[in-house]
């Protein structure tokens, strides 16, 4: 049989998504009575009154239900996921306003009626009264603290984080070369093509509640929606449908809609549903990435750093139900592929009137590259030499690997990279990219008035963070392989990978098996998808569960054959004993034996070992064993595995507009072996367009007041296919790591985190203009070049 790890072959759940086949949130409960919420239209307000009575006479409305509605636990603030010692001011919101709102979009009131438009109608006649308070809004605002979000939070901050390697300030001291940078990245969103949606529906008689989420989390929100609902988990059921994408958003759990929701139907006795549109999804659900840094670095005469400080701010928005693990991603993956000297790095995560923030693809990476990648161009620049020459001279090395880098990960666990090759990686990328000839390259455009520029971004991911994943494989009686594991999937191709893994595995065709991911009711102990852990986490248990189920159909097939297991494989399904002509059995029939119930209505099972046993009365099986050919296994590693990769991107400016049109660009990158070699290329290709996106386009614009200004595809600018490169070119790197047993390590982000980094560097190389702050617009780059001739006329 021909190995299916590292197959390029086509993803086995594309034919029904293209078809229009697919099944989303929104095509499920079509019985079900719909909501729609009242939100909030300010910033930051104290609610004075709810009047509802305007909306009660409205045909077809069901339920209204305000703060003073919610029971018990629901009437709590919702849960702090994520908790952290240097989180001393953690404040989450209740599931509907209580007294205050603190950003435009917090739900204030729940209307349920007999479908959506009634239900909009509805919540329109309700009148709240709000006394406005002044708004905190951006990081500047709410640094200065001269209006606070959450009046018993001094400072507005949310939790401060100081870690240090080395003496920091003796290093600096000391360094012939100081330099110091001041560097900002906007908000941002993950703006999958669905948006948030739940579905619940509560069965009185047997009092269990089952749920249909568009989550990254089937099991976080089962736990959630049980223990505010004061279910039993065995009683609440999670499934999660085709989720039209997540990039991070999806994680979060309990949104506010995904309590409610379950608890109106429980209420109600009926099933209800809630599906955001757009806008609320742009001001309800979560953005990420706004974080101002300053940046102080000493090194050599080499370009070799000596010594690094960082001091940065995150905004958090107006709650923190995801903790600090944005910031903590940044404060430690900025390293990159790069040996600091000292280290220091300290910052505030602070509240603000805005949306909150939790994790969007890349999470926290894309800032921390930004901020290292522009301090080694800076560098560069400063000594005049070749910007990849300075990155070389401060990479970590092969033979240094594991390399430990004295500081805590976002799991609070020590940050050491189990492995990687960044020389050659670098080397790759100048090969692939033309890095040497490009000056050629420049002077025959600028020949013709053309102005171009070349940059790079270089990133260490953390991937495949714990603390377990889980998996169930079992072979039906028809020789049909099922797998189950309890993470989700926003369209990762998991279906085919796991596939592959079982296939090799357990000696099965691809077509004979069947993943199933994100349904408790099938697999009930998972953490879910996010952190580039799917092909780490769940790729490594659904390998040791096939284990697992080999091993018990060796042992079955070899009681059945009178073989020794050591003489048997199991090939296109059948198991074979070597050199015995005919001695063969089916691991469908395997399957029967190893179930004395069904093997007692199944003539073929008998007839298949007849010759081996004789007497086919009762099953050839050990009585003492469990029944079923299947396995079940966890893998819960000590410390996340480190993917890296390194990008290059020409750009051509326009002198005129200021256009920046992208030339080329090319990616090199490590995640360990490939599992499919085409799914992990596809990855980045989507990842490369967000981080073109984040370089370029896209920016929540808040105004002064808190209101999002764009919150509309009309005006959020992402990148349509006529932004995004037409090509990107790949190669790729495999270290494996140590630390599984296929050893991967994740790429489902690797695209999106150094794309600011590599285009700053690019336009910057193009304009000879310092580059400081993403995203960039042509208008931007216009005005940064007016000020640049004006400082440089005489
Ligand atoms: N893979 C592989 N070989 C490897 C590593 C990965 O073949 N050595 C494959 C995996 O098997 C998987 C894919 O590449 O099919 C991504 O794997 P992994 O890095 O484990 O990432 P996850 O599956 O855990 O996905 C999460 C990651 C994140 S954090 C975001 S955000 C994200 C993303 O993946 N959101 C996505 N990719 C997305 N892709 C789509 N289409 N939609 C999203 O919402």
């Given at each position: 049989m021909t190995r299916m790890f590292g197959q390029p072959i086509p993803r086995v759940e594309d034919d029904r998504m293209v078809r229009g086949h697919g099944g989303y949130l929104d095509d499920l409960g079509h019985d079900a009575l719909a909501c729609a919420f009242v939100r909030s239209p300010h910033a930051h307000a104290e609610i004075v009154d709810i009047d509802v009575t305007g909306a009660l006479d409205v045909d077809g409305l069901v339920a209204i239900y305000t703060y003073e509605d919610l029971p018990d636990r629901l009437a709590?603030?919702?849960?702090?996921?994520i908790p952290h010692p240097a989180l001393t001011e953690g404040r989450t919101q209740y599931a509907l306003a209580r007294e205050r709102v603190n950003h435009v979009g917090e739900p204030v009131v729940m209307v349920v009626a007999q479908d959506r438009y009634v239900a909009e109608d509805a919540a329109e006649r309700i009148l709240v009264s709000y006394r406005s308070l002044p708004a905190v809004v951006g990081i500047e605002a709410a640094r200065a603290a001269t209006q606070l979000v959450h009046p018993d939070v001094p400072g507005n901050i949310a939790a401060n984080m100081l870690q240090t390697v080395g003496d920091v300030d003796a290093a600096l001291a000391a360094a012939p070369h100081i330099l110091e940078l001041d560097l900002s990245i906007e908000r941002s969103a993950s703006t999958p093509m669905e948006g948030r949606g739940v579905l619940a529906r509560w069965d009185p008689e047997s009092h269990r509640l089952r749920l249909w989420s568009s989550t990254q989390t089937s099991t976080g929100v089962r736990a959630a929606v049980a223990s505010k609902l004061g279910l039993a988990l065995v009683d609440v059921d999670v499934i999660t449908p085709d989720v039209g994408g997540g990039f991070g958003v999806k994680i979060m759990?309990?949104?506010?809609?995904?309590?409610?929701?379950?608890?109106a139907a429980r209420q109600l006795g009926r099933p209800v549903k809630f599906v955001e549109d757009r806008r609320e999804h742009f001001i309800s659900s979560a953005h990420e990435r706004a974080q101002l840094h300053h940046v102080r670095v000493g090194f050599d005469r080499d370009g070799v750093i000596l010594g690094l400080d960082v001091r940065f701010w995150h905004d958090h928005g107006a709650y923190i139900p995801y903790g600090i693990i944005v910031p903590m991603i940044t404060s430690?993956?900025?390293?990159?592929?790069?040996?600091?000297?000292a280290y220091r790095v300290e910052f505030d995560s602070l509240y603000t009137n805005t949306l909150i923030v939790t994790p969007y693809r890349g999470a926290g990476r894309p800032q921390g590259v930004f901020v290292m990648e522009r301090t080694m161009d800076a560098i560069a620049a400063t000594l005049d030499l070749d910007r990849t020459v300075v990155r070389e001279r401060n990479f970590i090395q092969p033979d240094e690997m594991p390399y430990d880098h004295g500081l805590l990960f976002q799991d609070d666990r020590p940050l050491i990279y189990d492995s990687g090759d960044y020389p050659t990686l670098l080397d790759k990328?100048?090969?692939?990219?033309?890095?040497?000839?490009?000056?050629?390259?420049?002077e025959a455009a600028r020949a013709?008035?053309?102005r171009v520029g070349i940059g790079l971004g270089c990133y260490v991911e953390g991937t495949g963070v714990g603390p377990y994943e889980g998996a169930h494989v079992v072979v039906e009686p028809s020789g049909k392989v099922k797998v189950a594991t309890g993470l989700t999937t926003q369209g990762q191709g998991h279906q085919t990978v796991f596939a592959q893994i079982v296939a090799d595995e357990l000696g099965v065709p691809l077509s004979d098996i069947e993943v199933v991911t994100g349904d408790t009711r099938r697999f009930g102990y998972a953490v879910g998808t996010f952190a580039s852990r799917a092909a780490v986490m769940s790729g490594s248990a659904i390998a040791l569960a096939a284990r697992a189920a080999r091993a018990k159909a060796l042992k079955v097939a070899a009681d059945?054959?009178?073989?020794?297991?050591?003489?048997?494989?199991?090939?296109?399904?059948?198991v074979r004993v070597a050199g015995v002509p005919g001695a063969e059995i089916s691991l469908g029939t395997l399957a029967v034996l190893a179930n004395p119930l069904r093997y007692a209505f199944d003539d073929a099972a008998k007839a298949a070992t007849q010759f081996a046993v004789g007497d086919t009365s009762k099953p050839p099986v050990g009585e003492d064993d469990e029944p079923g050919i299947e396995g079940r296994d966890y893998f819960s590693p000590m410390?996340?595995?480190?993917?890296?990769?390194?990008?290059?991107?020409v750009v051509e400016t326009d002198p005129d507009t200021a256009e920046i049109k992208i030339l080329r660009y090319c990616v090199v990158h490590d995640c360990g072996p490939l599992i499919n070699p085409r799914i992990v290329e596809g990855q980045i290709h989507g990842g490369v367009a967000q981080g073109v996106g984040g370089a370029l386009y896209e920016r929540m614009a808040y105004d002064e007041a808190g209101q999002l200004q764009n919150a509309s595809f009309m005006d959020f600018l992402m990148p349509y296919v006529s932004e995004v490169p037409e090509r990107i070119e790949i190669d790729h790197l495999e270290t494996p790591s140590p630390l599984n047993p296929l050893g991967i390590k994740g790429a489902g982000e690797a695209g999106v985190i150094p794309g600011a980094a590599a285009f700053a560097s690019a336009i910057e190389d193009a304009e000879g203009i310092t580059i400081t702050a993403m995203p960039i617009s042509p208008s931007e780059l216009f005005e940064l070049r007016r000020r640049h001739e004006e400082r440089s006329s005489p």
């Amino acid at each position: 049989m021909t190995r299916m790890f590292g197959q390029p072959i086509p993803r086995v759940e594309d034919d029904r998504m293209v078809r229009g086949h697919g099944g989303y949130l929104d095509d499920l409960g079509h019985d079900a009575l719909a909501c729609a919420f009242v939100r909030s239209p300010h910033a930051h307000a104290e609610i004075v009154d709810i009047d509802v009575t305007g909306a009660l006479d409205v045909d077809g409305l069901v339920a209204i239900y305000t703060y003073e509605d919610l029971p018990d636990r629901l009437a709590d603030p919702l849960p702090l996921l994520i908790p952290h010692p240097a989180l001393t001011e953690g404040r989450t919101q209740y599931a509907l306003a209580r007294e205050r709102v603190n950003h435009v979009g917090e739900p204030v009131v729940m209307v349920v009626a007999q479908d959506r438009y009634v239900a909009e109608d509805a919540a329109e006649r309700i009148l709240v009264s709000y006394r406005s308070l002044p708004a905190v809004v951006g990081i500047e605002a709410a640094r200065a603290a001269t209006q606070l979000v959450h009046p018993d939070v001094p400072g507005n901050i949310a939790a401060n984080m100081l870690q240090t390697v080395g003496d920091v300030d003796a290093a600096l001291a000391a360094a012939p070369h100081i330099l110091e940078l001041d560097l900002s990245i906007e908000r941002s969103a993950s703006t999958p093509m669905e948006g948030r949606g739940v579905l619940a529906r509560w069965d009185p008689e047997s009092h269990r509640l089952r749920l249909w989420s568009s989550t990254q989390t089937s099991t976080g929100v089962r736990a959630a929606v049980a223990s505010k609902l004061g279910l039993a988990l065995v009683d609440v059921d999670v499934i999660t449908p085709d989720v039209g994408g997540g990039f991070g958003v999806k994680i979060m759990h309990p949104w506010p809609e995904e309590v409610l929701v379950p608890w109106a139907a429980r209420q109600l006795g009926r099933p209800v549903k809630f599906v955001e549109d757009r806008r609320e999804h742009f001001i309800s659900s979560a953005h990420e990435r706004a974080q101002l840094h300053h940046v102080r670095v000493g090194f050599d005469r080499d370009g070799v750093i000596l010594g690094l400080d960082v001091r940065f701010w995150h905004d958090h928005g107006a709650y923190i139900p995801y903790g600090i693990i944005v910031p903590m991603i940044t404060s430690t993956q900025l390293l990159g592929p790069y040996k600091p000297g000292a280290y220091r790095v300290e910052f505030d995560s602070l509240y603000t009137n805005t949306l909150i923030v939790t994790p969007y693809r890349g999470a926290g990476r894309p800032q921390g590259v930004f901020v290292m990648e522009r301090t080694m161009d800076a560098i560069a620049a400063t000594l005049d030499l070749d910007r990849t020459v300075v990155r070389e001279r401060n990479f970590i090395q092969p033979d240094e690997m594991p390399y430990d880098h004295g500081l805590l990960f976002q799991d609070d666990r020590p940050l050491i990279y189990d492995s990687g090759d960044y020389p050659t990686l670098l080397d790759k990328l100048k090969k692939l990219v033309g890095w040497d000839e490009f000056e050629a390259f420049r002077e025959a455009a600028r020949a013709e008035g053309r102005r171009v520029g070349i940059g790079l971004g270089c990133y260490v991911e953390g991937t495949g963070v714990g603390p377990y994943e889980g998996a169930h494989v079992v072979v039906e009686p028809s020789g049909k392989v099922k797998v189950a594991t309890g993470l989700t999937t926003q369209g990762q191709g998991h279906q085919t990978v796991f596939a592959q893994i079982v296939a090799d595995e357990l000696g099965v065709p691809l077509s004979d098996i069947e993943v199933v991911t994100g349904d408790t009711r099938r697999f009930g102990y998972a953490v879910g998808t996010f952190a580039s852990r799917a092909a780490v986490m769940s790729g490594s248990a659904i390998a040791l569960a096939a284990r697992a189920a080999r091993a018990k159909a060796l042992k079955v097939a070899a009681d059945a054959l009178e073989a020794n297991p050591d003489d048997l494989d199991i090939v296109d399904g059948i198991v074979r004993v070597a050199g015995v002509p005919g001695a063969e059995i089916s691991l469908g029939t395997l399957a029967v034996l190893a179930n004395p119930l069904r093997y007692a209505f199944d003539d073929a099972a008998k007839a298949a070992t007849q010759f081996a046993v004789g007497d086919t009365s009762k099953p050839p099986v050990g009585e003492d064993d469990e029944p079923g050919i299947e396995g079940r296994d966890y893998f819960s590693p000590m410390q996340s595995t480190f993917a890296s990769g390194m990008h290059a991107v020409v750009v051509e400016t326009d002198p005129d507009t200021a256009e920046i049109k992208i030339l080329r660009y090319c990616v090199v990158h490590d995640c360990g072996p490939l599992i499919n070699p085409r799914i992990v290329e596809g990855q980045i290709h989507g990842g490369v367009a967000q981080g073109v996106g984040g370089a370029l386009y896209e920016r929540m614009a808040y105004d002064e007041a808190g209101q999002l200004q764009n919150a509309s595809f009309m005006d959020f600018l992402m990148p349509y296919v006529s932004e995004v490169p037409e090509r990107i070119e790949i190669d790729h790197l495999e270290t494996p790591s140590p630390l599984n047993p296929l050893g991967i390590k994740g790429a489902g982000e690797a695209g999106v985190i150094p794309g600011a980094a590599a285009f700053a560097s690019a336009i910057e190389d193009a304009e000879g203009i310092t580059i400081t702050a993403m995203p960039i617009s042509p208008s931007e780059l216009f005005e940064l070049r007016r000020r640049h001739e004006e400082r440089s006329s005489p």
